[in-house]
């Protein structure tokens, strides 16, 4: 994502996703898209993360310009 930030606080319990909070410097429409970005990851099983956010960047479900479902999967990489 160039010139942006994404940031996300995360645990892995028995291969899935709890306490997802997702923050950074960027925009995303509408403006609750990161927190449904959020309730969409959370306890999914870490094979699941790309499917979901594809998902949800695909169509009109999210806009985040500028960070696409590798920069998203770059982040829960780490």
């Known amino acids: 994502m160039r010139g942006s930030l994404i940031r996300a606080d995360f645990e892995v319990y028995e291969g899935r ?30 094979p699941e993360i790309r499917e979901s956010i594809e998902a949800l960047c695909s169509g009109s479900a999210l806009d985040i310009p500028g960070a696409g479902v590798e920069d998203w999967l770059a982040v829960f990489r780490r």
């Open 17 to 46: 996703l709890s306490g997802v909070s997702i923050s950074g410097d960027f925009f995303c429409y509408p403006a609750g898209g990161i927190r449904r970005m959020e309730a969409e990851l959370e306890g999914r099983m870490i």
